[in-house]
């Protein structure tokens, strides 16, 4: 798996915070879930797009890497916002016993699922492959597991993940202090 328990864990906490400071600046006291999934399915939209030829027939210009993994981030933030806000509703919580680490475990379990199903797949030759599933996918959870086998796919690292995490991270903590998003 392309994140850690730890870092999964780490990230998630410093989510909560920049959830909790972005709701409080805009007098936000619940955000649904279903919101939250369809910021994540924006995002993921924006990710697929920085693949270009890669997915896209009609061009031949190069995948961005740069733009890729910050969109990715982008996803990611909003995943573990999704993950955050399931863990904290109380119903839910109470009917599915929601812990960050079951959560994490479900997703790891999604993750090597669908490693599993790529690898003896005669599908799943190409990257867009990966994407179509991932955009397709109605469950947040294996939407972003497929999504970290693509990561993993274009040879990114959990640290470029976490750089990239922490550096977007402290933007979006300038622009909500400063409230211009």
């Keep these: 798996m392309i994140l850690s328990e730890q870092t999964f864990i780490e990230l ?4 909560e915070v920049l959830d909790a400071k972005i709701k409080q600046a805009n007098g936000v006291e619940e955000l649904p879930l279903r919101r939250i999934g369809l910021y994540y399915r924006v995002e993921l939209g924006e990710c697929i797009n920085e693949m270009k030829g890669d997915f896209k027939h009609w061009s031949d210009k190069p995948m ?4 890729f993994i910050e969109e990715f981030v982008d996803c ?3 995943f573990l916002s999704y993950v955050n806000h399931a863990i904290v509703n109380e119903f839910i919580r ?5 812990t960050i680490e079951s959560e994490y475990k479900d997703l790891m ?4 699922g669908y490693e599993g199903y790529v690898n003896s797949s005669t599908d799943i ?3 867009v492959d990966i994407a179509i599933d991932a955009i397709s996918e109605k469950k947040i959870f294996k939407s972003f597991a497929i999504l970290l086998n693509l990561v993993k796919l274009y040879g990114y ?5 976490i750089d990239t995490y922490n550096r977007k991270n402290s933007i979006n903590h300038e622009r909500s202090d400063s409230g211009v998003y």
């Design 94 to 98: 109470e009917m599915n016993g929601l």
């Design 109 to 112: 379990d999604d993750y090597y």
């Design 76 to 78: 990611l933030h909003f």
């Design 64 to 67: 961005r890497r740069m733009e």
């Design 125 to 127: 030759v190409e990257p």
């Design 12 to 15: 998630a906490g410093k989510q």
């Design 157 to 161: 690292s959990e640290q470029d993940i």
